[in-house]
T-cell receptor, first 112, second 114 residues
Framework: AQSVSQHNHHVILSEAASLELGCNYSYGGTVNLFWYVQYPGQHLQLLLK??????LVKGIKGFEAEFIKSKFSFNLRKPSVQWSDTAEYFCAVLTGANNLFFGTGTRLTVIP | SQTIHQWPATLVQPVGSPLSLECTVEGTSNPNLYWYRQAAGRGLQLLFY??????ISSEVPQNLSASRPQDRQFILSSKKLLLSDSGFYLC?????????????FGPGTRLLVL
């Protein structure tokens, strides 16, 4: 069965540290990939998405993600996190059959 | 601008009681609508989606049902709640292009079944 794995359940970083959140999926066909974020007290919202083209995708607030097809991965990165990046991050994969699967989420806590 | 509302925000219900959660979207026409559930320690699980009035697709067999009586209204229901129905229920909408479109999520309803 198709699945999306986010192995880091809770990540704690100090401000200015670099961030990488893992996302792996199991689906052999064409995929569209998303990262959503939920800041405390706010709605879940889109951070960035990949459909085609350059596998390095840039999103809002300095986030980027790289699609590595051979590794079935779409890791989220940010070179220097801020306290305001504290949130829960969800990876999602849309398969060619138009099925959308979300990961279990990774909670990021940034310590000032 | 578009907004999405969910009601109620929090609900505590006994096992075996009925359920009705409402989701409404403003500022757009003919949206695709989605119901998700997020259980503790799990990702978002798609329960139902709708591409139009009266058109409901179910992703997971369960004791829940959904209805879309109006273009911008999506209702999640149950005749008899189970303990396992506890969770956080999110409604979302996309433009009519389909699931590849950006999902816009509502604030969610936290349901506790006792």
């Amino acid at each position: 069965a198709q699945s999306v794995s986010q192995h880091n359940h809770h990540v704690i970083l100090s401000e200015a540290a670099s961030l990488e959140l893992g996302c792996n999926y199991s689906y052999g066909g064409t995929v569209n990939l998303f990262w959503y974020v939920q800041y405390p007290g706010q709605h879940l919202q889109l951070l960035l998405k990949y459909f085609s083209g350059d596998p390095l995708v840039k999103g809002i607030k300095g986030f980027e993600a790289e699609f590595i097809k051979s590794k079935f991965s779409f890791n989220l990165r940010k070179p220097s996190v801020q306290w305001s990046d504290t949130a829960e991050y969800f990876c999602a994969v849309l398969t060619g059959a138009n099925n959308l699967f979300f990961g279990t989420g990774t909670r990021l806590t940034v310590i000032p | 601008s578009q907004t999405i509302h969910q009601w109620p925000a929090t609900l505590v219900q006994p096992v075996g009681s009925p359920l009705s959660l409402e989701c409404t979207v403003e500022g757009t026409s003919n949206p695709n609508l989605y119901w998700y559930r997020q259980a503790a320690g799990r990702g978002l699980q798609l329960l139902f989606y709708s591409v139009g009035i009266g058109q409901i697709s179910s992703e997971v067999p369960q004791n829940l049902s959904a209805s879309r009586p109006q273009d911008r209204q999506f209702i999640l229901s149950s005749k008899k709640l189970l303990l396992s129905d506890s969770g956080f229920y999110l409604c979302a909408w996309t433009r009519a292009g389909g699931p590849q479109e950006t999902q816009y999520f509502g604030p969610g309803t936290r349901l506790l079944v006792l």
